[in-house]
């Protein structure tokens, strides 16, 4: 999935309005027949946003900009105003919108070091993302946007260990899959592998479910894979994860854990 993702990238990443992985399971779209495509081109270092009429089969420049870096967005049909992450002068990396009604771009956040993961609520009102602080250079947290009070709020903000590797939303029910690590724990794996010259063992993640105002609701499992990706099913019962078999290996696997037994089925081999 790793080298999938990274094919994707290098060539177009194509989402669904409330998408931002491939593999993300998402029955909420205000259309069958509309569909929200972000092509990134890493030679001009431009990405387009398109609508595409799948009845007519016609597709839409709705707004395109020049990025050193691939960006996530999301998209508000509600309002007709595109979200997304881009750099500033300071170096960092913060949270845009543009008004697709009048072409009118606006910066919303300065806090933050960096801003990559987005996806929007079923409202069209919060902005879930994965950040990293100004102070901090890799223990990742979940934080929210509110659009209509321009409100920021950082997830368990004090947690110098604990970092967001993936997360998503899922508007049928209005809470999160989050997948997290200890980075502690990481960096005594790394050192161990550097000091034995051993085979780099996969990180444990922990799957948690969290609702909208980042409240944990339920651990799910610790699972120690090479993650990619995870996802919560449409009807909430499960969770999809996307792992490696290894660090440097082609061998990637995609599983469903059901929430109330614990267990896991393979959905490819």
């Known amino acids: 999935m790793k080298r ?3 094919i994707l990238i290098i060539t177009v990443m194509i989402c669904i309005v409330f998408s931002k992985k491939i593999f993300s ?3 909420h779209i205000p259309s069958e027949s509309k569909l929200y495509i972000n092509v990134f081109d890493p030679k001009s270092l431009k990405f387009t946003f398109y609508h595409f009429d ?5 597709s839409k420049v709705l707004f ?3 990025t050193t870096d691939f960006t996530a967005f999301a998209y508000s049909e509600r309002t007709n105003i595109l979200y997304f992450a881009d750099g500033i002068s300071d170096h960092t990396i913060q949270l845009f919108e543009n008004d697709l009604n009048t072409n009118q771009m606006k910066q919303l956040t300065t806090v933050f070091h960096n ?3 987005i ?5 069209q009102r919060i902005i879930f993302m994965r950040v990293l602080l100004r102070d901090e250079l890799k223990n990742f947290h979940m934080a929210t946007y509110n659009l209509d009070t321009q409100k920021i709020q950082i997830w368990d903000e004090d947690n ?6 993936d997360f998503n939303y899922n508007p049928n029910n209005n809470q999160l899959i ?3 690590f200890s980075e502690d724990e990481d960096q005594k794996k790394l050192d161990e592998v550097n000091k034995n010259q051993t085979k780099l063992q996969p990180t444990k993640y922990s799957l948690d479910i969290y609702d909208m105002e980042g409240q944990k609701k339920k651990h799910i499992a610790d699972v120690e894979r090479f993650i990619s990706g995870a996802s919560l099913a449409p009807d909430a019962n499960s969770v999809i994860i996307s792992y490696d078999e290894a660090i440097d290996s082609p061998i990637s696997h995609v599983v469903e854990i059901d929430i109330k037994t614990k267990k896991s089925k393979a959905l490819t081999r």
Do not use: C, M, Y
């Open 115 to 117: 801003v990559d993961f």
């Open 160 to 165: 110098k260990d604990s970092s967001v590797l």
């Open 64 to 66: 395109s900009k020049e």
């Open 178 to 180: 989050v997948v997290s």
């Open 54 to 58: 799948q009845s007519q089969n016609k």
């Open 25 to 27: 399971i998402d029955d």
């Open 119 to 123: 996806q929007i609520d079923k409202a």
């Open 4 to 6: 999938l993702t990274l």
